[in-house]
């Protein structure tokens, strides 16, 4: 079910509790403003999550509320993992789901990571 993304956080989401370290995921990086790990249902051959430490609905809400040194930890760490994942030279996409309309199901900002393969027109239409 897409989230309304105007809600405040809660702090009971799934990628908090990835945070907390209270359930498992299948980690490839952290620091002290991201933690990266594996999509647990991959729609490509890579699909890694992106997560800002802090807490923040979407990417609406980090560009509006985040400091500017957590805005720019999260922005280098993306672009470190796909760069430690070797997705630089084939290339790779990124993906921020915000709200409804796009399908948002997990209220805490994370960015999506594909690679591996090419990967269809940006829509999918
Ligand atoms: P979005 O539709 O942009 O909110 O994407 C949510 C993503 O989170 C989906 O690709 C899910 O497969 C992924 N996901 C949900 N729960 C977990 C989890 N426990 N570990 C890793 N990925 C997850």
Same mark, same amino acid.
């Given at each position: 079910m897409p989230i309304d993304a105007t809600k405040p956080?809660?702090?009971?989401?799934?990628?908090?509790?990835i945070l907390r370290g209270e359930i498992p995921s299948k980690r490839?990086?952290?620091d002290d403003h991201a933690l990266a790990f594996h999509d647990i249902n991959p729609q490509a051959p890579?699909? +890694?999550?992106?997560i800002p430490k802090g $807490?923040?609905?979407s990417w609406d809400d980090f560009s509006e509320r985040g400091?500017?040194?957590? !805005?720019?930890?999260? +922005?280098?760490?993306v672009g470190k993992? $796909?760069?430690d994942m070797g997705l630089v030279a084939r290339g790779y996409r990124l993906l921020a789901n !915000?709200?409804?309309?796009a399908g948002q199901e997990v209220p805490?900002?994370?960015?999506?990571?594909f690679g591996g393969q090419p990967l269809g027109p940006m829509l999918g239409r």
């Amino acid at each position: 079910m897409p989230i309304d993304a105007t809600k405040p956080y809660d702090p009971s989401n799934i990628f908090a509790r990835i945070l907390r370290g209270e359930i498992p995921s299948k980690r490839i990086y952290e620091d002290d403003h991201a933690l990266a790990f594996h999509d647990i249902n991959p729609q490509a051959p890579v699909h +890694i999550l992106v997560i800002p430490k802090g $807490a923040y609905v979407s990417w609406d809400d980090f560009s509006e509320r985040g400091s500017d040194e957590e !805005i720019a930890g999260f +922005i280098r760490a993306v672009g470190k993992v $796909a760069r430690d994942m070797g997705l630089v030279a084939r290339g790779y996409r990124l993906l921020a789901n !915000i709200g409804r309309l796009a399908g948002q199901e997990v209220p805490h900002l994370h960015v999506h990571i594909f690679g591996g393969q090419p990967l269809g027109p940006m829509l999918g239409r």
